[in-house]
């Protein structure tokens, strides 16, 4: 899909990070996410994956090097960037239905065009009948259900993710990660995700990135070329669990260097 | 609701219980009626003199609630300066300290010869008392927000005024109220406090602190009793009215309104 001429959704050109007290946590990392990938991010703590996230939204800035999203500075190209946090981040005083609504209302959009928007995320997401409840009247998979709603709302062309399901157990994991891809063979979008789990890591991508802590590189890249659509039935595949042990042996290369 | 029912005729039983046990101390200790008169006298009072009983009610009621309305109004209006920068606080928060630790029998007798006595300086006193719980927990409730939500709201964009009326507004209510519910109960003693020392403003009636000064001059005991009981009863009202306001708009979506308890 990225043939020349096309600019690339995030590219990172010798990108470090340096925190007040001189601590380096990303040291010249060149890193190019095309559209319509799903990278996913991953590495030993302190490896600066979050960090990544942060750059690529503008929410930090570089010590060093040059970030493009679309070819704009980070903070330009946020109108088609959206971030789903590793909390549900959702607002306890608004229902479903007005948390789903809060990134269009912030930009903007008229109330009728909201209402018909939110309207459709809702059966996209299956929290139709929850429409009317508030945050704290809803499990921690439905609540992350919500915040993903939320964060598609906008019709984003980058989606970053930053360990959203790390909180929930293995079961509604599992589900969230298959709901993740039906959404993303409907609507299209790049997405960066940051996880823990190499198993997750795998059976959502199109490439993994293993990053190396202290200071934080990139130490090996996995293209994950199993096919498309994927469902519950690739995690006992062969060639699933080869590549999670692959990446899982270079996760600990990574963390022992 | 059987719980609640449960709760009020509990209290109500306490109730009934301290009030024999005022009578029996009566009987045994033959204590003289202008020293400690009997309930029954306490209750002949209310009746005999519930006109005026209203009337000292109503005044301290008015000068507390008008004190009270005042410090939220500007108590918010402060909290909304401090939660701008880390600086402004800072350089301020400690006279909000002043403000909470200067003892009120203190100042009250400056603020009278400065504005004069009446129910406009009870206000005053009421308002001063109630100002730093308001100010100190709206101010909490404002710059408590969690960082991702903030970082939510730019990568929307919001604007400043966005940020404020979406976000760091209602996620001060909760907080809010706290600082309501506590300068709820001291502007009623800062308003009774007021008026000990302000007197009465209209010719023959005043509110109860200056009722409360007048009957125990007079050894009016059992008159001075049932003041002291309506002071009670005002504090406790306006102790419920927050409760019911904090539960009406909180209890959808905050864990601590779920059910109102009083503690």
């Known amino acids: 899909m990225s043939g020349a001429g096309v600019v690339a959704e995030v590219e990172f050109a010798g990108v470090s990070k340096h925190y007040g007290d001189g601590q380096t946590v990303l040291d010249a990392v060149d890193l190019t996410i095309a559209k319509g990938e799903f990278v996913s991010l991953i590495g030993p703590s302190g490896c600066g994956k979050s960090t990544v996230l942060k750059l690529i939204s503008g929410l930090a800035t570089p010590s060093g090097g040059n970030i493009r999203v679309d070819g704009m500075t980070p903070k330009n190209a946020r109108e088609t960037v959206s971030f789903v946090f590793q909390d549900p981040t959702l607002l306890p005083w608004r229902t479903v239905r007005e948390n789903v609504g809060l990134s269009l209302e912030l930009e903007g959009v008229s109330r009728a065009r909201r209402e018909k928007k939110t309207g459709a995320l809702l059966d996209l997401v299956g929290l139709r009948a929850v429409a009317d409840a508030y945050p704290r009247e809803l499990s921690g998979g439905m609540k992350m259900r919500v915040s993903i709603a939320r964060a598609l709302a906008t019709s984003p062309r980058l989606l970053l993710m930053d360990e959203p399901f790390a909180a929930l157990d293995e079961m509604s994991r599992d589900h969230l990660n298959e709901e993740l891809l039906r959404l993303r063979s409907e609507q299209k979008w790049t997405a960066v995700f940051v996880t823990h789990s190499v198993s997750e890591a795998v059976f959502l991508s199109t490439r993994i990135v293993v990053l190396r802590p202290n200071p934080g590189r990139v130490y090996a890249m996995f293209p994950v070329d199993l096919p498309h659509p994927r469902t519950s039935a690739l995690r006992t595949a062969p060639e699933y669990e080869t590549l999670v042990a692959q990446v899982l042996h270079a996760l600990r290369e990574a963390r022992s260097q | ?263």
């Not at chain 2, 101390?25 to 009746?47: D, F």
């Not at chain 2, 005024?161 to 502007?187: C, D, E, N, T, Y």
């Not at chain 2, 000064?213 to 005002?234: C, E, G, I, K, R």
């Open chain 2, 1 to 263: 609701m059987k719980p609640k029912l449960m709760t009020l005729a509990n209290a109500l039983a306490v109730f009934a219980a301290l009030v024999a046990l005022w009578q029996i101390v009566l009987w045994i200790c033959r204590v003289p009626p202008y020293m400690l008169p009997s309930p029954w006298a306490v209750a002949r009072a209310v009746a005999a003199r519930l006109p005026s009983l209203a009337t000292s009610f109503a005044i301290t009621a008015e000068e507390a609630l008008g004190g009270l309305l005042s410090s939220l109004a500007v108590g918010v209006g402060v909290a909304l300066v401090f939660a701008q920068s880390r600086w402004v606080r800072r350089m301020l928060y400690p006279y909000t300290l002043l403000l909470q630790t200067v003892p009120i029998v203190a100042i009250a007798p400056l603020i009278l010869m400065w504005v004069g006595a009446g129910t406009a300086s009870v206000a005053l006193i009421a308002f001063i008392i109630s100002l730093a719980p308001i100010i100190a927990n709206t101010t909490q409730g404002l710059v408590s927000v969690e960082e991702n939500l903030v970082h939510l709201f730019l990568m929307h964009n919001a604007t400043p005024r966005q940020l404020l009326f979406k976000l760091r507004l209602p996620h001060a209510v909760p907080s809010l109220f706290v600082g309501i519910r506590i300068a709820s109960g001291i502007s009623v003693i800062g308003a009774i406090t007021g008026e000990l020392y302000a007197g009465s403003s209209r010719v023959g009636e005043g509110g109860l602190g200056y009722s409360i000064l007048y009957a125990s001059s007079q050894l009016q005991t059992d008159y001075l009793f049932a003041l002291v009981f309506a002071a009670t009863v005002l504090g406790f009202s306006f102790f419920f009215l927050v409760m019911f306001l904090e539960w009406y708009f909180l209890h959808r979506w905050h864990e601590s309104a779920r059910t109102p308890e009083v503690e």
